[in-house]
């Protein structure tokens, strides 16, 4: 009986990867059985009732905190924080599919599980404190995205996508390893609690700096950072918008929370010279590329790494400056950018022949409602007052002033300047050019009009109120930089016991 209960409360720190296993599952189960026009939104609710239901259990999961699992699997405020962000994410992006596989002409089923299958990996990045176990994550995570990237097969574009992000994530994924087996070499763990111990009790080895390096190329390739930025636009172009705002999202939030981790709580060796460059380097690259672009989609691929870079600012901040701004804008840029893609998604129309800047030329009459929200979703990404983009740039540069990060302020501050440009041009075209009478505007249906209302609230809120969101942030944040050390005795029992929070 003793030992049933340390079992129990395992399962239940990871109940809402559980549960989405579950429902993936059932998706696979029932999607042969059922013809495929009842299939789109059959199985889409099933997962959209799948992602409610992982919602109910990290509430559950959130009501037991501490170690499960051996030490593998830490639950706080700061894992049920990304839990909550990624589920969400994949809430909107599901609302936003049904309309869009109907006019694709895809099949559903695999598409919903693939979705909850990805989540399943990013929830677990979040809450996991042992590099082996992240770095399985990282790969249920990756695997989901590829093939996703990959669903337009009709689209040589879209295979062409799926094939650069599976080579190209391979041999990051490699990287990470490597940087895992060579943390094992300097430190004798791969528990982060350990390593921090590790790496604080004395003379740092050089192999550790070559582990953080290491780690360091295969995070930085998931979130799109410079410079393992290449990748980006060509998948962003080639893949399914609806996948493009959960790809922009949902595993950078992910891959984020794991460079938390191994950075601030694991305290990592020489990160802020890398984490400088990188920062510089991400901003510059992604607001001068984004200046010359045509297509929306390569545009706001080449924006999504300059807003990796904004975020890269904070991790070069002090950890309690820095931690909290991270999650902030984590969160206020999934909203804004989730909601744009939601647009596009519904604008492309069958194929997505209507992408380009041109496409969007007079769609403020076409389409006031429409042409409003991505607006807004614009001005927040540009970080306008009264919404979250604002106020997440605000946090962040806040955050390097106070660290003395002048210079890497003063660039981030001029890119923002650049960035205005481009996202305004889009702007400039929805409402003072001439609608093209050859490009349809389609009635926005129920599914994804929901799926705008929640983007829209989230960016406003963040915006108007987010002293709340700071609050329980900074308290994550204090959780998380005072993690319990465990000795390797603790980390590993037959019975599973566990150590206490």
């Not at 029932?30 to 889409?44: F, N």
């Not at 924080?81 to 869009?100: D, K, Q």
């Not at 799926?451 to 700071?470: C, F, H, K, N, Q």
Request: aromatic fraction near 12%; hydrophobic fraction near 55%.
């Amino acid at each position: 009986m003793n030992q049933a209960l340390p079992l129990a409360a395992d399962y239940i720190r990871v109940l809402p990867e559980i549960v989405l296993s579950l429902f993936g599952m059932a998706i696979m189960v029932i999607d042969p059985l059922v013809d495929e026009e009842k299939s789109q939104r059959l199985l889409g609710g099933l997962g959209l009732g799948g992602t409610v239901a992982a919602l109910i259990a990290t509430w559950i999961m959130a009501q037991s905190p501490g170690f499960a699992f051996w030490s593998m699997v830490r639950v706080n405020g700061f894992s049920v924080f990304f839990h909550i962000l990624v589920i969400v994410i994949a809430l909107v992006v599901i609302l936003t599919s049904y309309e869009y596989m109907a006019v694709q002409k895809l099949r559903a089923g695999e598409y919903y599980a693939l979705i909850l299958f990805g989540l399943v990996g990013m929830c677990l990045m979040s809450s996991a404190v042992e590099l082996v176990l992240i770095f399985i994550s990282l790969e249920i995570s990756s695997i989901s995205t590829y093939v996703l990237a990959g669903f337009r097969r009709r689209s040589a574009t879209s295979s062409e996508s799926s094939l650069k992000y599976f080579l190209l994530g391979s041999f990051a994924t490699a990287f990470f390893l490597y940087g895992v087996a060579l943390m094992f070499g300097a430190t004798g763990s791969t528990n982060l609690n350990v390593i921090s111990t590790a790496l604080n009790s004395g003379h740092v080895p050089v192999l550790a700096y070559i582990a953080m390096g290491l780690m360091f190329i295969g995070l930085g390739f998931k979130v799109g950072a410079a410079p393992f930025h290449v990748w980006t636009p060509d998948v962003y172009e080639g893949a399914p918008a609806p996948i493009v705002g959960l790809m922009s999202t949902a595993p950078k939030a992910a891959a984020f929370a794991v460079l938390l981790r191994i950075l601030f709580e694991a305290n990592a060796p020489g990160r802020f010279w890398f984490i400088w460059v990188s920062a510089a380097l991400s901003m510059t690259l992604g607001n001068v590329s984004a200046l010359v672009q045509y297509n929306v989609k390569r545009l706001l691929a080449y924006s999504s790494i300059a807003h990796a870079g904004y975020i890269m600012v904070a991790f070069a901040a002090r950890p309690e400056l820095g931690a909290p701004a991270v999650m902030f804008y984590t969160a206020a840029y999934a909203a804004m950018n989730v909601g744009a893609f939601a647009v596009v998604s519904h604008l492309a129309n069958e194929g997505e022949r209507y992408v380009t800047l041109e496409d969007y030329a007079g769609l403020g009459r076409k389409a006031p409602i429409l042409a409003g929200t991505l607006g807004i979703f614009l001005i927040s990404l540009i970080g306008i007052p009264v919404t979250g983009g604002f106020f997440a740039k605000f946090y962040v540069f806040s955050a390097s002033l106070q660290s003395d990060l002048v210079g890497l302020t003063i660039i981030g501050v001029i890119n923002s300047a650049i960035g205005a440009y481009y996202y305004l041009k889009i702007v400039v075209v929805m409402y003072m050019r001439e609608p093209r009478e050859e490009v349809p505007v389609l009635s926005m249906p129920l599914a994804l009009g929901a799926a705008l209302a929640i983007s829209m609230a989230a960016t406003i809120y963040l915006g108007v109120l987010p002293d709340r969101m700071l609050i329980f942030l900074r308290q994550s944040t204090k959780e998380l930089l005072q993690e319990p050390v465990v000795t390797p005795q603790q980390t590993g029992t037959a019975t599973g016991e566990q150590p206490g929070p």
